[in-house]
């Protein structure tokens, strides 16, 4: 799946480059995007699967800067699914190449209870 956006200035640091915090977010805004193109953005999740999904783990490679103004894609996809966890991999492209690579994983949790449960159907999709 591919996930479009433009920089904005307060995503930048004091050197004009996109500051590394800002690649867990976008990340994230990935995921958002994911939600809503199967038909559960994040509210309908919480609400009718009584779920939160929730961030396990973090990791991102950083190649080239990115500055205010780029337009840029992250080019991503599940990369694993099992009963509790999934992963998700990320490509952060620009006209120029290559930005940053990540991934990230994944558990649901029930809202009331707290406790790990397993994935719903519906999230399945590939």
Do not use: W
Not at 87 to 113: M, P, Q, W
């Amino acid at each position: 799946m591919i996930y479009r956006r433009k920089v904005n200035f307060y995503e930048t640091d004091a050197q004009g480059i996109v500051h590394h915090s800002n690649y867990p977010r976008y990340f994230e805004e990935a995921r958002g995007y994911y939600l809503e193109q199967i038909g559960y953005p994040y509210e309908r999740v919480r609400e009718e699967l009584g779920i939160d999904i929730v961030l396990i783990e973090l990791s991102v490679k950083y190649k080239k800067p990115l500055f205010y103004g780029d337009e840029f894609e992250i080019d991503f996809h599940i990369s694993h699914m099992d009963r509790f966890v999934f992963s998700f991999d990320y490509r952060v492209k620009n006209k120029d190449g290559l930005i940053a690579e990540g991934k990230t994983v994944h558990t649901c949790l029930d809202r009331k209870t707290r406790k790990i449960v397993s994935i719903p159907d519906i999230l399945r999709v590939k």
